[in-house]
């Protein structure tokens, strides 16, 4: 067998067979087949796709590329939650110490910022002294003490798939669903949780633009996770307009600390809760969905939740000191307020250009190396179907740097449009993918 034989089968538009996947993806892993064909066959799958079958398998060998987390001392069921990623996700951040309350053990291993879409990972980075970086048996352990962690990808966890995505990343094969379903699904499964719950978000800040797109990318994702062996469920949400009223890191993990105070905003709160409800029923603590709900607002009220997040930060190096006072984040020297140019209510706020701007403010990278700046972002955003005056705020600037700031509200400019009708909400969750419907 040669590599360059199923490249051509590939580019031809046949199914490759579980032996040649094999094949293939060992051999980059190992160093025998070099990046210029391992580009040359994602570019073939890019156009030609892969069955049901195909995805599975090359997930499945992702997976094995490295190893899979030995749960075994975790005397609690296990679930976690991935999100395709978007511009204002802090889901992760409160939806983990809150599924912990419930008694479920939350493995959470994120990434970092990709493209205009934030990472969970420099969220926490900009608490003082939070490590994403625990060693496998810190990591455990915080999970047995606090019932959650969240920390960074380690080496051992499917290492072809940090090699892939970067090579992905450069040769413009980044938005393949079979693709992406191996990518994300190699290392979900290697976290050996009994539940997964996804967040798969379709809209301008979301790498799946289209509704259908999302939806199908969805459904790999759930049938790849239910077919070896774990309960899954799918939400489908809208990222046209960034989610809750920041985007930035320590912006975030303020917002972050309001919501599990009880203060979140609406639109953050029903993603994270209806994640949240689902990984309850999915690991039996909940009967159903109701109940979910009514147990994790408890776990708020009581402020059990903020109480659970205090720890996981405290367990991971971080400053616990940051729920109470907020003040010992980072915080940006120039804070600027974006005025409506005209009267109206919101008809749109582009969650793709806030997410560029952010970028451009120093939040997220532009080259992989790059260092980020926690405290700059923005705060206060509006939100669709809200009226507003000429000259009243719809966003705060948070910047460290004039010329920055300057050219972030540039294209600003360009973020929102406002109607003299009011327009209809955005669906916030189009649909809900089950896996036992599918099995
Ligand atoms: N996130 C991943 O981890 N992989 C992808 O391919 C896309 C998003």
């Not at 398998?57 to 976690?80: E, F, Q, W, Y």
Request: aromatic fraction near 4%; hydrophobic fraction near 40%; include cysteine.
């Amino acid at each position: 067998m040669l590599p360059q034989w199923i490249i051509a089968k590939k580019r031809d538009g046949q199914a490759l067979t579980e032996e040649e996947i094999h094949f293939f993806i060992e051999g980059y892993g190992s160093g025998d087949i070099p990046d210029y064909q391992m580009s040359a066959l994602a570019m073939a799958i890019y156009f030609q796709d892969m069955t049901f079958g195909e995805t599975a398998v090359l997930t499945d060998t992702m997976m094995n590329s490295g190893s899979v987390l030995d749960t075994s001392s975790i005397d609690a069921p296990t679930a976690d939650k991935h999100s395709t990623g978007g511009v204002g996700d802090k889901v992760s951040l409160i939806l983990a110490p809150l599924v912990a309350c419930a008694g479920i053990a939350v493995p959470m291993i994120s990434g970092r910022g990709l493209g205009i879409t934030g990472g969970t990972l420099d969220k926490l980075e900009s608490i003082p002294g939070y490590r994403t970086d625990l060693s496998t048996d810190e990591f455990l352990a915080t999970i047995r003490e606090c019932g959650c962690s969240i920390i960074g990808q380690t080496a051992e966890l499917a290492p072809v798939d940090k090699k892939l995505y970067a090579l992905r990343d450069v040769t413009g094969t980044v938005p393949s669903i079979p693709l992406i379903t191996a990518s994300i699904m190699s290392k979900k499964l290697a976290e050996n949780t009994d539940a997964l719950v996804l967040d798969v978000k379709w809209g301008k800040g979301a790498f799946m633009k289209t509704l259908e797109d999302a939806t199908r990318l969805a459904e790999t994702m759930v049938e790849v996770g239910t077919k070896m062996g774990r309960k899954m469920a799918a939400l489908l949400t809208d990222m046209n307009q960034p989610l809750g009223h920041t985007a930035g890191n320590a912006l975030e993990i303020v917002e972050t600390i309001e919501s599990l105070r009880g203060d979140g905003p609406e639109d953050l709160m029903t993603v994270t809760l209806e994640l949240s409800a689902c990984m309850l029923t999915l690991t039996d603590k909940a009967a159903n969905l109701d109940e979910a709900r009514d147990m994790l607002h408890g776990f708020i009220a009581s402020g059990m939740a903020l109480e659970k997040f205090r720890t996981m930060v405290r367990l991971q190096g971080g400053d616990p000191g940051i729920t109470d006072d907020t003040s010992l984040l980072p915080a940006a020297e120039m804070q600027r307020d974006f005025p409506a140019p005209a009267s109206g209510y919101i008809s749109a706020v582009n969650a793709e250009t806030i997410g560029k701007a952010c970028i451009v403010l120093g939040a997220g990278r532009r080259e992989v190396e790059d260092n980020i700046d926690h405290a700059v972002g923005v705060s206060g955003l509006v939100k669709i179907g809200q009226e507003v005056k000429e000259g009243d705020k719809l966003l705060t600037l948070h910047s460290n740097n004039p010329e920055r700031a300057a050219e972030a509200e540039a294209m600003l400019a360009n973020a929102f449009e406002i109607s003299t009708d009011r327009p209809d909400e955005p669906e916030l969750i189009a649909a809900r993918i089950s896996g036992d419907d599918r099995s």
